[in-house]
C-alpha cells in the first residue's frame, strides 16, 4: 500500500528482467569475504544500476505498456537500480485490477507485477499488545551482562541507522516502548525510535505485537541508534497468507533503490520457504490429496506458507544481495518450529494429520532466514534460570528454527564447517529428509524466550553498536557480515561467541539436528561475547 494515492488510485509495478546476475553475484562475495582486495569496498545504488539493471529499451517497452494500458503519464517512475518501472492508475472496474490478466500481456522484458494500494494512516492503539517485561527473569540488563555488554554503552555516531519492518498490523506502541523504558531500560532515548510511513500498526493483528517486541529489543540493544519502524503495506492478506511475499518483495525492492539505506535490518517475520511448501504438497498428494486440497489448508493456516513460489524468493534474495553489496547488515529470525515447522503442529482435521506425518518424516525449512544473504539469527535460553548455561531455546510447542535450505545452495564460507558436523554428529536425521548441500543455519543465536522474533531484533541490535563504533573510527560499516562471523568463530574459538552444546531441533518428531561443539544447526556458533566481538569485528587490523 503506498502513501500519497488517493482511495480511488492505485500503482501498478513492473519488476523488469535483471541482467549479469551471476557477474553481480560473483562481486557480490568479494565484497564479502574478509581475505578479498574488494572486501567492504560496497557500491553505490548508480554502481548496482549499472550492473543489473535493465537496458534503456526494456524500460521504454515498460513504460508504453503501462501507458497503453491507462497509466497517468505524470506519474511514471523508473527506480534507481533501473529495475522497476511504475505508475498510477484510477480504478474504474475489476478489469484493470486483475494481476492475473494483466500478467498475460506485458512486454518480454516484465517479470512479474505488484499492485500498491492506497495507506491510510493509522495510530497504534494501546490494547491487546504483546508487552515484554524481563519474562522469567531474562531481563535487559541480564542479558547484557551474560553477553559482556556495558549496560550504560550507547551508540555515539549519529549517522548509524538501524530499521525493524513488517506489514498488515506491524508497528508499535510508544506508551508501551515507554514502559519498557522505565520498567527494562532506563537510557533508552525514545527520541530515537521512529515509523517512516504514517502507518504506525493496529493492535489485534498477529504483527502489531510483532512490532511492539522489534522496538522494543533492537532501541534497547542498540542504545542510542536511530531507529526506523517501517510498515510499507496495511493490507489484512499480508497477515498470514501469500500477500505477505508480495509485500516483502516490494519493500526489499524499494528499499535496496534509496539513496541512504539503513546500516543493520531485522526480519523477524517469516514463513515455510516456497520449496518447503512445495515439497508438503507434492508428498501429500502421493497419499492420495491434491494439489489444490493442499494449497487451500496451508492457506488457512497461520504463517505457514506466505511466499507464492520459488521465482518470488529468488527476487527477494536478489533484492537482499543489493543491501548487502551496498553494505547493509540484515539479520533474520531462524524460525520457532525447530528443523519441521513454521511454528509448531498443523492443527484441525485429516489434511494436519497427514501434512504432520510429512512434516516429521522431513526438515522444512524457513524463508527468509534460509537466504545465504541474511544472517540467521537462532534462539537461546537459561537452563535452571542460570544465564552462565545457555542451551538451545523451545517453548510454544516449537524451539530454534534449524537446517538446511531446499533451494539455495550452500556459501564456500559454510562448507568445511558443515561438512564436519555432518560427519562427526552422531544422532542425524536421516539423509533423505534434509539437503545437505543446502544453505545451512542459522549463523548465531540469542535470547529467544519469546520466540525468534527476539533474538533477531536484539542481535540486530548489537551489530548496530560495533557498526557505531566502525563508523566513529573511519571505517565502513560490515555489510553482509556472515562470512565474517564463521572466519572469526572458525579462527578464534570461544574469542567472539560462546559455543551453546545442549539441545536439539525435534520439536513434536522423533528426529532432529543436535547440538554439538563448535557450529550446529540449532544455536550457529552459539551466543555473542561482547569482548571478542569489539576485538575482532568492531576494527580491521589483521
Known sequence: RTIGLELNEYRLVAHLRQHNLEDFEQHFWEI??????????????????????????EIE?????????????????????????????????????????????????????????????????????????????????KIKDA????????????????????????????????????????????????FDTPNHGQSGGDNYGEGNLDTQMIAAFGLGVETLVSNTNTSASTEEGIGFGQS????????????????????????????????????AAKLGHSQEECTSYLQTQRQVCMFLNEEQVKRIDTALQVLGARGVTVF????????HFSFGRFQGGGMADVLNKISCEFQMPVFPTTSPYIVSVGGTMWKDDDPSKPITWSGFGGGSGSGFSWQMDQPAHQKTTVEAYLANTAGLPPKSSFNAAGRAYPDLSTIAVMGTSQSSPM??????????????????????????????????????????????SKTSC??????????????????????????????DTK
Not at 574488494?38 to 529499451?57: M, P, T, W
Open 459 to 504: 542481535t540486530a541490535g548489537i551489530f548496530s553498536l560495533i557498526i557505531d563504533a566502525r563508523l566513529t573510527a573511519g571505517l565502513p560499516p560490515l555489510g553482509f557480515a556472515a562470512p565474517r562471523i564463521w572466519k572469526v568463530a572458525e579462527e578464534h574459538p570461544g574469542e567472539a561467541f560462546e559455543d551453546v552444546t545442549e539441545g536439539d
Open 510 to 539: 522423533d528426529n532432529g539436528f543436535p547440538s554439538g561443539k563448535g557450529w550446529d544447526p540449532n544455536t550457529g556458533w552459539g551466543r555473542p561475547i561482547w569482548s571478542g566481538l569489539v576485538k575482532h569485528l568492531g576494527t
Open 32 to 57: 564479502s569475504e574478509p581475505d578479498h582486495p574488494r572486501y567492504l569496498k560496497h557500491l553505490s545504488v548508480e554502481e548496482v544500476a549499472d550492473k543489473i539493471g535493465a537496458f534503456d529499451y
Open 61 to 141: 517497452a515498460a513504460r508504453r505498456w503501462l501507458v497503453d494500458i491507462g497509466a497517468r503519464v505524470s506519474s511514471i517512475e523508473v527506480s534507481a537500480l533501473r529495475d522497476t518501472v511504475s505508475a498510477t492508475f484510477v480504478t474504474r472496474d475489476e478489469t484493470t485490477m486483475d494481476l492475473m490478466a494483466l500478467s498475460a500481456e506485458t512486454p518480454a522484458a516484465v517479470e512479474f507485477l505488484v499492485r500498491r494500494d492506497p495507506i491510510t494512516a493509522g495510530v497504534a492503539s494501546e490494547t491487546l499488545v504483546r508487552d515484554y517485561s524481563g519474562e522469567n527473569g531474562y531481563t535487559v540488563s
Open 147 to 194: 553477553y559482556g555488554i556495558p549496560k550504560d554503552l550507547t551508540a555515539s555516531n549519529g549517522s548509524t541507522l538501524q530499521m525493524v519492518w513488517g506489514p498488515g498490523s506491524f508497528g508499535y506502541s510508544k506508551l508501551r516502548l515507554g514502559i519498557f523504558k522505565e520498567s527494562q531500560c532506563p537510557l533508552l532515548d525514545m527520541s530515537k525510535v521512529q
Open 248 to 283: 516483502m518483495l516490494d519493500f526489499i525492492t524499494e528499499l535496496a533503490s534509496r539513496k541512504k539505506l539503513p546500516h543493520v535490518l531485522s526480519l523477524s517475520l517469516g514463513s515455510l520457504s516456497a520449496a518447503s511448501c512445495n515439497k508438503l504438497c507434492q508428498e
Open 332 to 339: 533474520g529470525s531462524s524460525g520457532d518450529g525447530g528443523s
